[in-house]
């Protein structure tokens, strides 16, 4: 359980930091109520997070052998794919994964009335990041872990995980986002990756 857990927290912390849902919150942030826009964003990724988990327990029920090869296959490919974006990144934070999370946030807005509530606050940070996490690789690695690992661990690692990065974001995320390193994070997050893909091949050996 302690492994599983330490895997979960580990591989989300880095992983969220710079990523789509982290400029979300930080936009938000700089907009509402941090305490509103932290408890939309982490259960948005708690609710992610159980519902990976469940997904990866329901592909636990395929042949072992199967799963333990595919859990091999994700986590190196997902490595080599990191460390290939790593190298044509910038050494400052993705512009391009910012744009994208503005513009989800002003078209949210939109949609929603000038005088916002508590609830309609709550609901957009919810929506906006639930919505950005759906399919990330965040989620495909949560996936894994909890296929292979201790389902309990691997969930209060991943949310304790989401948790820090949804903290950093609303109370510190204006003055760092343009000091994040992408192009590091992007690099670190490969080599768990990695780490975890031969860590579960000698597992399996």
Not at 50 to 78: D, M, N, R, W
Not at 100 to 128: H, R
């Amino acid at each position: 359980m302690l492994t599983a857990f330490t895997a979960g927290l580990l591989l989300i912390t880095v992983s969220e930091l710079g990523d789509k849902t982290f400029f979300i919150a930080v936009i938000l942030a700089m907009h509402h109520s941090r305490r509103l826009v932290f408890i939309g964003v982490t259960a948005a990724l708690a609710a992610m997070t159980i519902l990976s988990v469940l997904l990866g327990q329901t592909a636990s029920l395929l042949p072992k052998v199967y799963i333990h090869y595919a859990e091999i296959v994700l986590f190196i490919a997902f490595g080599i794919k990191l460390l290939y974006e790593a190298l044509k990144m910038t050494a400052t934070c993705d512009q391009e994964v910012v744009e994208e999370a503005k513009a989800a946030v002003e078209q949210a807005d939109l949609q929603l009335p000038k005088g916002k509530t508590p609830l309609a606050i709550l609901t957009e940070a919810f929506v906006l990041t639930f919505m950005a996490e759906w399919g990330d690789r965040t989620q495909i690695a949560t996936i894994a872990l909890a296929a292979g690992n201790n389902p309990i661990g691997v969930t209060m690692g991943a949310i304790l995980g989401h948790a820090i990065c949804a903290a950093i974001a609303v109370i510190g995320g204006k003055m760092i986002a343009g000091r994040i390193s992408e192009r590091q994070l992007t690099f670190i997050g490969g080599c768990l990756f990695l780490i975890f893909g031969v860590i579960a091949a000698i597992e399996g050996a």
